[in-house]
């Protein structure tokens, strides 16, 4: 079975202060990973994600993910946070393999709040 | 949220009523996915759909029902055997199921209340 775990539900950070949202995943083949994030009363929107390869993966709004097989992690970073990066983020993992290669799991979220 | 409509934007039901949500897309997409979202607990998958004419339960799929008539189509009814249906409901669609590294594209969601 996958599942994916976001041990924060709550992350504040100063703007202009670099932020982390972290994520832990675990699945029974290879993972694929996936960030989203979501504004009040809106659908999610696609961030990045890590199929294979560089460890470090590039995506929007100047967001970056680490991807480290041996902690099972995906943490979301940004060098330089902005007020207008406050929102829910979600990581969500499918497996390569099994039943659950068909279906995406979430986590909880993580609320962002950039201070001012 | 571009290329996924879903409507309407909210929704009231009276206990003992069923109401269709309804979710559309212009993406040409195969797999389209239902998911519930309550707060604190994140997006829950309640029905998807990788062809036209076929369709799978997820995890809470239970006092839901779906078709797939169209490939651009994919309603959700909850029924009124769904005991706890108010939540803010997800629409989602990915191009093709079977390359299990695409994305989803999310609607803007249906938020339904049960009065």
């Known amino acids: 079975a996958q599942s994916v775990a976001q041990p924060e539900d709550q992350v504040n950070v100063a703007e202009g202060n670099p932020l982390t949202v972290k994520c832990t995943y675990s699945?029974?083949?290879?993972?694929?990973l996936f960030w989203y994030v979501q504004y009040p009363n809106r659908g999610l929107q696609f961030l990045l994600k890590?199929?294979?390869?560089?460890?470090l993966v590039k995506g929007s709004y100047g967001f970056e993910a680490e991807f480290n097989k041996s902690q099972t992690s995906f943490h979301l970073k940004k060098p330089s946070a902005l007020v207008s990066d406050s929102a829910l983020y979600f990581c969500?993992?499918?497996?390569?393999?099994?039943?659950?290669?068909?279906?995406?799991?979430f986590g909880k979220g993580t609320k962002l709040s950039v201070i001012p | 949220d571009g290329g996924i409509t879903q409507s309407p934007k909210y929704l009231f039901r009276k206990e003992g009523q069923n109401v269709t949500l309804s979710c559309e897309q212009n993406?040409?997409?195969?797999?389209m996915y239902w998911y519930r979202q309550d707060p604190g607990q994140g997006l829950r998958l309640i029905y998807y759909?990788?062809?036209?004419?076929?369709?799978q339960k997820g995890d809470i799929a239970e006092g839901y029902s779906v078709s797939r008539e169209k490939k651009e189509s994919f309603p959700l009814t909850v029924t009124s055997a769904q005991k706890n249906p108010t939540a803010f409901y997800l629409c989602?669609?990915?191009?093709?199921?079977?390359?299990?590294?695409?994305?989803?594209?999310f609607g803007p969601g249906t938020r339904l209340t049960v009065l």
């Open positions: 969500a993992v499918r497996d390569t393999i099994g039943a659950g290669s068909y279906q995406l799991t």
């Open positions: 993406l040409n997409h195969d797999a």
């Open positions: 759909s990788q062809i036209v004419n076929d369709f």
């Open positions: 989602a669609s990915s191009f093709p199921s079977g390359l299990s590294y695409n994305e989803q594209f």
């Open positions: 890590y199929i294979t390869g560089d460890n």
């Open positions: 699945v029974s083949g290879n993972p694929y």
